[in-house]
């Protein structure tokens, strides 16, 4: 069964960074496409990033161009997520999903495993 664990949330000012992480167990997770999604309240799921099985494929929604990154380690089964110039419109809470596919998609019911979430506040 395979697992998802975020961590790396928490509280941040207006244009600071922060880093987010998703370990991934129970299958080979270099097999796997990953994506970041996120839920701001009274907001419904979207999309925010993927990253191919290997690495060499990223895309992000407009709106994180250019201010968020996405990466994947896959010796240490993990995902990341560096934000950078945070603003309020940012928060919500982020989650991590794995995708049984080489590459990832913007639609969340194509993932097949979604970690527990991390909240994210951008606030000073």
């Known amino acids: 069964q395979v697992q998802l664990v975020e961590s790396g949330g928490g509280l941040v000012q207006p244009g600071g960074p922060l880093r987010l992480s998703c370990v991934f167990s129970g299958r080979a997770f270099s097999s796997y496409a990953m994506g970041w999604f996120r839920q701001a309240p009274g907001k419904e799921r979207e999309f925010v990033a993927a990253?191919?099985?290997?690495?060499?494929?990223?895309d992000y929604t407009d709106s994180v161009k250019g201010r968020f990154t996405i990466s994947r380690d896959n010796a240490k089964n993990t995902v990341y997520l560096q934000m950078n110039s945070l603003n309020p419109e940012d928060t919500a809470v982020y989650y991590c999903?794995?995708?049984?596919?080489?590459?990832?998609?913007?639609?969340?019911?194509?993932?097949?495993?979604w970690g527990q979430g991390t909240q994210v506040t951008v606030s000073s």
């Open positions: 990253i191919s099985f290997g690495g060499g494929s990223t």
């Open positions: 999903a794995a995708k049984d596919s080489p590459y990832g998609s913007r639609v969340d019911f194509e993932y097949n495993y």
